[in-house]
């Protein structure tokens, strides 16, 4: 299957919020809620901020939220902050029985 | 604490095998409802999610690759391997391997990764 499609940047300045989209199909993100976000600094591994569309690990930030509507998920950042700078990775499940991660977004922080 | 550490080689010749293992503790693979998968990263590109187990040897794979992996687990040895034949360039990239949320395939926990390199 096709990688969900996420823009390739978003930037926003500290104190602001800013929206990641991820797009996919009826085929994943738009047929079951169980879709998630992982942040990954250069050289790290990811780390997962958010699953089943909404849900925020133990020890994330409420600064971090998600949704969904149709085909579309999004995640918003508010308040941002110098260390949201960091590439951001949405996944979904998909009628395959497998997961499907997104293209990618950069986060800029102005 | 859960951890876990890929391990396997960081260098293998176009067409070979690729085995490798990601040894974990803190959690038993034979409880209700726990997965471990394997996650792959070419440098400067995107996540690619590769297959996962679960606790009761139920196994998905990336439909795109399903005929070239395996995903098998060793309870007893708190480890699980993941095979991938017929290595290509392309197939250069920091494999990880990650712990899924019980009954979900989000992984919430993930190992430090592993470089492989494909190349003559």
């Known amino acids: 299957q096709s990688a969900l499609t996420q823009p390739a940047s978003v930037s926003g300045s500290p104190g602001q919020s800013i929206t990641i989209s991820c797009t996919g199909t009826s085929s994943d993100v738009g047929g079951y809620n169980y879709v998630s976000w992982y942040q990954q600094h250069p050289g790290k591994a990811p780390k997962l901020m958010i699953y089943d569309v909404s849900n925020r690990p133990s020890g994330v930030s409420n600064r971090f939220s998600g949704s969904k509507s149709g085909n579309t998920a999004s995640l918003t950042i508010s308040g941002l902050q110098a260390e949201d700078e960091a590439d951001y990775y949405c996944?979904?499940?998909?009628?395959?029985?497998?997961?499907?991660f997104g293209t990618g977004t950069k986060v800029t922080v102005l | 604490q859960i951890t876990l550490k890929e391990s396997g080689p960081t260098l293998v010749k176009p067409t070979q095998t690729l085995t490798l293992t990601c040894t974990f503790s803190?959690?038993?693979?034979?409880?209700?409802?726990?997965?471990v998968g394997w996650i792959r990263q070419p440098p400067g590109k995107a996540l690619e999610w590769l297959a996962l187990?679960?606790?009761?040897?139920?196994?998905r794979y990336s439909p795109s690759l399903k005929s070239r992996l395996t995903i098998t687990k060793d309870t007893s040895k708190n480890q699980v391997v993941l095979t991938m034949t017929n290595m290509d360039p392309v197939d250069t990239a920091t494999y990880y391997c990650?712990?899924?949320?019980?009954?979900?395939?989000?992984?919430?926990?993930w190992g430090q990764g592993t470089m492989v390199t494909v190349s003559s």
């Open positions: 990650a712990h899924t949320i019980p009954r979900r395939g989000a992984f919430d926990i």
């Open positions: 803190g959690f038993s693979l034979s409880t209700s409802g726990v997965g």
């Open positions: 996944s979904s499940y998909t009628s395959s029985s497998s997961e499907v």
């Open positions: 187990i679960y606790w009761d040897d139920d196994k």
